[in-house]
């Protein structure tokens, strides 16, 4: 009967565990009395998930940070400010007192990189406006030069055909156009019944263009509302109000129909043959409608006819290229594209724009993390904050993985669960005692130096953690 007892009660034990009193012989390990504090001594289990001497990924992550930070080109990193921000939290994020000289430091840094930005983004400016006007110049001249050698290249017999067609296309639209308003004359006289009325309001028409390269449209623009077209990157509109208001209330709405109607079609019959001048921008906002194809074919004809000869011509090519080669080669001189981006902007994060800033770099610019690093490297400083970062994870080990070992050497294991688990019993200054078990029905009694799987280490837990971290910090 106490046998069956016995076995269940170790049955139970196994399932549920056991409270368990035990001991530790520190003299069999050689510990002398005199270094064992009255306190009572820690004691940690390391199970498959749970260890103290595992690093937290939250250092790892710290870690990785300042080190990507330390290393990063702060001009070269759009993100950098965003880093730096990162780091500070993490910092924050340990509660170590030793965090705070760390945190100052990159505080101060993103202060010192913002005060670069200014002074970056007025050189900038400085590099970009003179690069734009020499870029514009260069262009401009060889935009001119392939211009002349494509006319050159023309012949003369296909350039008064390609004039005549213009010049057909031109009437075709132009008839068309007349048919538009006439049309629209027609349809309005046969509701008002007056001709000086119809007259006004057709020629009254008026038209408004607004660059929007959303294409997002209002409805309205002052009295005027947007038309049912479509035109790139702008908004067309027109006098509507101002025009209905001309007309008597009962007769509005069918106008206003019939208006709808044609404006479209007008304006594109329009801008095809003659573009569009807005005075709100000074300018023609069309680069291509059919009077300028016939201007520019015009023009284009006249030079070619002020050629006597083939070898006039050929001479002429022959000048234009070179001319085009000395251009190319004066702008490769005098623009740098290494600060240039695809779109010809200055690009900061390039080496040749890093270049330009090194004689600045000891006025009113620095290096933000130049303190940081610093401290980043500042082994002394590193092992305090690790020493204290090893105190943080042996505080926040889970308390159901933890006793304590009274100054007589007892201590009651908690309820563990797991078949293979490690005992760890920091015993300050510089010892701790390691168990290694592989079943829990045969956790021993005492720990003696010849318990099976039993060793002693000349480092305390803190130490032996802190170790680990220091090296992490330095070889990851």
């Known amino acids: 009967m106490n046998i069956l007892r016995n076995f269940m009660f170790l049955l139970l034990c196994f399932i549920t565990g056991c409270d368990k009193e035990s001991y530790i012989d520190y003299s069999s390990f050689n510990i002398k009395p005199e270094i064992i504090p009255y306190q009572k001594q820690q004691g940690f289990i390391i199970t498959n998930n749970y260890s103290p001497f595992k690093i937290p990924s939250e250092f790892n992550n710290l870690e990785y940070a300042a080190k990507k930070l330390v290393s990063s080109n702060w001009l070269s990193n759009p993100h950098y400010l965003e880093d730096i921000n990162h780091l500070i939290y993490l910092f ?7 965090s705070d000289v760390f945190i100052q430091a990159l505080n101060n840094s993103a202060l010192i990189y913002k005060k670069n930005m200014i002074e970056v983004n007025i050189i900038k400016r400085k590099l970009q406006a003179d690069i734009t006007q020499k870029l514009n110049h260069y262009q401009q001249q060889l935009t001119l030069i392939n211009t002349q050698l494509e006319i050159m290249q023309i012949n003369e017999k296909k350039q008064i055909k390609h004039i005549s067609n213009i010049k057909n296309t031109i009437k075709e639209k132009q008839q068309y156009y007349t048919k538009l308003r006439r049309s629209l004359k027609r349809d309005l006289q046969a509701i008002l019944l007056d001709n000086d009325l119809t007259f006004d ?10 660059i929007d390269k959303t294409l997002h449209c209002s409805k309205y623009l002052d009295i005027y509302q947007k038309i049912k077209s479509t035109s790139p990157y702008a908004c067309i509109y027109y006098n509507k109000e101002e025009l209905i208001n001309k007309i008597p209330k009962e007769k509005q709405h069918k106008i206003a129909v019939i208006i709808d ?19 709100d921008y000074n300018k023609q906002v069309f680069d291509d409608y059919l009077q300028k194809d016939l201007m520019v074919a015009n023009n284009n004809l006249a030079i070619i006819r002020t050629f006597k000869t083939e070898q006039q011509v050929q001479y002429s090519i022959e000048k234009l290229i070179n001319k085009s080669k000395q251009l190319n080669i004066a702008m490769a001189a005098n623009i740098n594209k290494n600060l240039l981006d695809k779109d010809n902007m200055i690009d900061i994060s390039s080496t040749a724009f890093y270049d330009q800033l090194l004689p600045l770099l000891s006025n009113n610019i620095k290096d933000p993390t130049l303190n940081f690093s610093l401290l980043y490297n500042n082994k002394s400083l590193i092992k305090k904050f690790t020493q204290e970062y090893a105190i943080k994870i042996l ?12 100054d007589n050497g007892k201590f009651t294991l908690p309820k563990i669960r797991e078949n293979r688990y490690k005992i760890v019993i920091d015993v300050k200054e510089s010892y701790s005692v390691i168990y290694n078990n592989d079943n829990i029905l045969t956790l021993p009694t005492d720990l003696r130096r010849n318990t099976p799987n039993t060793i002693a280490m000349g480092y305390n837990l803190n130490q032996v953690i802190s170790q680990k971290l220091f090296k992490q910090w330095y070889n990851s």
């Open 395 to 406: 505080n926040e080990y889970p308390k159901k993985l933890t006793f304590s070992v009274a």
């Open 201 to 210: 309001l057709i020629s009254d028409i008026k038209f408004k263009y607004r």
């Open 92 to 98: 924050n994020q340990t509660h170590i007192k030793n």
């Open 261 to 279: 109607t044609y404006i479209p079609k007008l304006w594109k019959t329009m801008v095809q043959l003659n573009g569009y001048f807005e005075y």
